[in-house]
């Protein structure tokens, strides 16, 4: 039987018939859907697997006495590149490096600081990123810090920085510049946003002495001899901290928190020790320690043969491997970053949770963490596959 629908104009009711769709129509129809259908399955596989397109980047490294000070000889492929300068061991001269890097610890790219007013780094991704050193003015609150060279109770000297820092067994004090830096830690603000001070208790090699670092951001934070007394609320946070002299310096509020007391202990292999092979085997292997995480340090640099049983190029390895104890797990680095020049130097940084998870570098790599950095390899090729499936669809 017809659908029936009433006319308005006439007031009568008219017949209409049943219209089929022709098949042709419905074919199309599916076809579409199925098109949409695959479009949104690549898009989200796009997004959700972690696509890494290599770029090629500058390796070379060399000194400059003027400026301009630069190199662009030799390349290397990997995710990001780096380009580093900072004085040489000749007074007045500079020392420039490029290469590439493998998850690397800055959290944000560009160029800054790094540790020093005098060091600077860069973090790119992009085929010859590393061409040149761009810096880039940026507003950061300056904080005043203890500036002394050992612990020592008649200095008084202070120093202007972004960060201070404080080594607590030598007493050392001083001055940070750039985003704040931790060893085995993400570089980045990121570090001190709900914080005012982190530490890091680093032990490595057998019978080494533990060596404790902290870094934190307010007035005269890192003076051993300073004493502060912090307000709590009800909550148990922190408010405001009470100098020796009497004057308050404000601070965001902090938590304090146990972490370090509800972090199990690691069982990790502590060893320290170089060679001039490409095997590294030693019977300091056997140490071990304890410790929130592990960790696995090497270093291999080429340097030239001087003797008359060795010539040519030979190759170095430090590797370092112990435990850290730390305040907070926040924003730690899990897993490895890797940093090389072909044929030249190249640094592994490693942490590890986990038993003995130290004990060489593929166990070490297990342990992961996000990607912080963006890659614009992905990013572009994603948009591009886009475009490329809505052609595809129409």
Partial sequence: MGIVIKDDDSHRPIKCREMAIPSTVAQKWTTTM?????IYVLLINLITSPLAMAGQCYSCAGTCHREPCNCQMGSCEADYCFIERKPDEIPGSWRITKGCLKRPSRTRSGCDFDNSSNHIQCVCAGDFCNEAIYMYTQIRRNVTCKMCPERDPECSDTCQGQWCHEDAVTGATGCGYGPPSLPFF??????????????????????????????????????????IHYAHDHGGNVRAAVDSDGSVTRSRSVSHNRIADRLPLHKCVSCDTTSQADTMTSACKQNHCHGHFCTLATKR??????????????????????????????????????????????????????????????SASRSTASRLLPNVFQTVFSILSFRVLLNFAF
């Fill in 186 to 227: 993400y570089k980045g603000p990121e570090l001190l946003y709900h914080r005012n001070k982190l530490c890091v208790t680093l032990s490595r090699g057998n019978n080494a002495k533990p060596w404790k670092y902290c870094i934190c951001n307010t007035h005269l934070c890192n003076d051993p001899t300073q004493r």
């Fill in 301 to 362: 640099f080429v340097k030239a043969g001087n003797t008359a049983m060795r010539y040519g190029l030979q190759s170095i390895i430090h590797e370092q491997q112990g435990c850290i104890n730390v305040t907070d797990t926040h924003k730690i680095q899990l897993g490895c970053s890797h940093k090389w020049m072909n044929n030249e130097e190249e640094e592994l940084f490693c942490a590890c949770s986990g038993a003995l998870c130290n004990s060489d570098l593929g």
């Fill in 34 to 38: 199925t098109k949409f259908a695959l």
